[in-house]
C-alpha cells in the first residue's frame, strides 16, 4: 500500500504564487509516475502535470503551462507543484496521485491507482 499525503493548500490572491507539496509512504517502489490533478467546485478532475522520476520527464496542461512547475524528490519521495501566477479559474482541490504504468497517458484518471486526500488552493481577486 502506498499513502499519499498532500500541504501546502490555502487561500492566495490573484497573481500570488504557492507551492504544494506531496510525500509518498508505505510502499514507494508501487510507483514509476507521480502527478498533480485539480477539481474545481462543479466540474470534473483536471490532469495538471505529472513526473516520470527516473528521468524527469514531465508533461503539463496547457490550462497551467509557463505557471505550474513540477518537480520530484527521489530521495524523500516527494512531488511538489509550484503555482505562479495564479489565477481565480486555479481555484480548486489539489490531489497527488501515482500510477506504475501510464496505461491510459497522463492525463487519463484510470491511469492512476493511488490518490490523496486533497489540499483545497481558493484563489481570490
Known amino acids: 500500500q502506498l499513502q499519499l499525503e498532500e500541504s501546502g493548500g490555502g487561500s492566495v490572491q490573484v497573481g500570488g504564487s504557492l507551492t504544494l507539496s506531496c510525500v509518498a509512504s508505505?510502499?514507494?517502489?508501487?510507483?514509476?509516475?507521480m502527478a498533480w490533478w485539480r477539481q474545481a467546485p462543479g466540474k470534473e478532475r483536471e490532469g495538471v502535470a505529472c513526473?516520470?522520476?527516473?528521468?524527469?520527464?514531465?508533461e503539463i496542461a496547457d490550462s497551467v503551462k509557463g505557471r505550474f512547475t513540477i518537480a520530484q524528490f527521489k530521495t524523500n519521495h516527494t512531488v511538489l507543484l509550484q503555482m505562479n501566477s495564479l489565477k481565480p479559474e486555479d481555484t480548486a482541490t489539489y490531489y497527488c496521485a501515482t500510477a506504475y504504468v501510464l496505461r491510459h497517458g497522463c492525463r487519463d484518471e484510470r491511469s492512476f491507482g493511488y490518490w490523496g486526500r486533497g489540499t483545497q488552493v481558493p484563489v481570490s481577486s
Open positions: 508505505g510502499d514507494t517502489s508501487d510507483y514509476r509516475w
Open positions: 513526473i516520470r522520476p527516473s528521468d524527469l520527464y514531465m
